[in-house]
């Protein structure tokens, strides 16, 4: 069987929007508001137009290599006999590539495309890549100089209508068979052509890809990329693909191993304008004859390998394709995709695109219902870090052998497929491509708040909700918001504030412009701006005058009507440190000391400051009394001392109590006093001559009686 489709390589694409349309045509802003509850959605891929060579004819093969970017297409027709004024007049299998434009909702053709040069055989088409308003076609087939079959690619660039050659791509040390062009790849002023029969060295058809910069109008090679372990046969270049400062080489021939023909991908970066080999990509499950690095995609940090020989299961060459993606500067397997279909030789992974979140793979030997390698391709869709298949696309008209899915691009809303070997009309194999316009998943909007909620999910103060709503396909028409159960939505138009205190419930929901509206979605916003407040506990109680005799129990309370207390700290006033209390606690500390406490609630509201006075003194006062002289009917001064430990209360009561022998003849009430002073007591005697005991009785405020009485002599003269 003859393939002339080697690789589709594809730039970087932006997506396009497209509005939606009123019945008069017209464009029209959505009106969320009025938009009934969604349901839930399914990609829809409509097939919109078939794409044929107005001068098609058997055998040309058309649209074995395609390529979109926003609303330009082209399709290569690699075994298309160009006419010319010299007999034989045709030149067979020259080759062409066809573009076709969008207007409105239909694709029309603009221009074909052949080489200045061109000659039989030179399979010109058998690659083609796009960017912006800059084509290259490659022609693997293309004799240079007396070199049959080193290959040639071609720059076209468009000015207004007109397409134009701006310059044929070949390299310097081009030898027979090298096969440049079978593999093109473009993305701004950097163009990458893989020639994959190139001999390196002494290995033959080891390969290579070449990299050339645009400066104006001219290009020039900037250098030649090779696989640090090349071998021979390994095919290196059979795809590329290129993406900024990134290219990714299919060498789907290379022996891993014990593997022969396991096959390899490898990424370069440019630093600069040097080119160096960054890390070679192959399959966890690879095994001999998968052919991996037969297609690549590169977009941004992802790449997508295709192995259309892959045995998945017991299903030979059912093929697969592999995800990979670059944190920093190392690539990681993210996935291998398969169809949910797939059967034995359906060639899965044969073509590969990416766009954005999205990729498509071609499985042009697929048998479709009765249908004998028909032809199929496959759309998936990454959310997260998880590819799922949204919708196998085949064509309406489909028959068998078609070999619909040789080649597929993407392009933001559309998908563009190619089916070689198509039959159009009585032309056998003449070929065509075909269109669809796809966007049946609806936009994804994301809710931020800020500043962002504690760890219990409250804020302490107002926040500002913002959404930010992504479509990878047709884009985000429009947003809207409302407060849980209002009846009507609020356009959103930037981000909006909340502030009322309290748990309140957010929905949102976005529309793309495909009319696909996302299911409601919803936000919980807590917010609570008032500290919570602490009671605390003292037992046992204080006596009247604020003193306590022994220890204390301390136990705090806090209260929060809205997120809720978190915790609860304290300390002795003065202390740098803060203790988290746990339960109540015992305090025995000795005299006046002073407690500070605080809570703070769920929401991160801290509670000033309070504080808590406690006296404590469990120690017992003791006595001491001196002796005295005093004459019957005259005034003495009876001096006394109360010992008190410090710290302590620092004040007793004293009774003054006189005894003759074990009878109490007078009983003094000399009042509160402070203690460790010695006081003397005023008082007139008239008591008989003779002598007496003076004992002082103390206890101080806090409620302790003397641990010992004092006492002395009285004499009495």
Known sequence: MRRWLLSAAFAALGLMVLPLATAAGATATPDLSSTASPTALTWLAVQRAQLTAPDGTANDNFGSTVAIAGDIAIVGAPADDVVTTIAPFANANQGSAYVFVRSGQSWVFQQQLTAADGAAGDAFGCAVALSGETAIIGASGHSVGGNANQGAAYVFTRSGTTWTQQQQLTVPDGAIADNFGCSVAISGETALVGANQDDVGTNLDQGSAYVFTRSGTIWTLQQQLLATDGAANDRFGWGVAISGETALVGANHRDVGTNADQGAAYVFTRSGTTWAQQQQLIASDGAAGDRFGYAVALVGETAVVGAPFDDVGTKADQGSATVFVRSGAVWTQQQQLTAADGGINDDFGYAVALDGELALIGAYWDDVGSNANQGSADIFLRTGTTWGQLQQLTAADGASNDRFGCAVALSGDTVIVGAYLDDVGANLQQGSAYVFPTDGVAPITTASVAPPATQSGWHAAPVTVSLQARDALSGVAATDYRLAGAAGWTPYTGPFSVGTPGVSTW?????????????????????????????????????????????????????????????????????????????????????????????LDRAGNLEPTQSLALRIDSRRPTTKAFAATVRKGKRVALRYRVLDASPGSGKAKVTLKIYAGKRVVRTLKAGFYTTNVTRTYSWRCGLPRGRYTLKVYATDIAGNAQAKVGSAKITVR
């Open 507 to 599: 929905e949102y929901r976005s529309l793309d412009a495909a009319g696909n509206l996302e299911q409601t979605k919803t936000l919980t916003v807590s917010i609570d701006t008032s500290p919570p407040a602490t009671t605390v506990g003292a037992t046992p109680a204080a006596n009247s005058s604020g003193w306590r005799k022994g220890a204390v129990t301390l136990s705090f309370t806090a209260s929060d009507a809205l997120s809720g207390p978190a915790s609860t700290q304290y300390r002795l006033a003065g202390a740098a440190a803060w203790t988290t209390y746990n339960g109540p606690f015992k305090i025995a500390r000795q005299g006046l000391s002073t407690y500070e406490f605080r809570s």
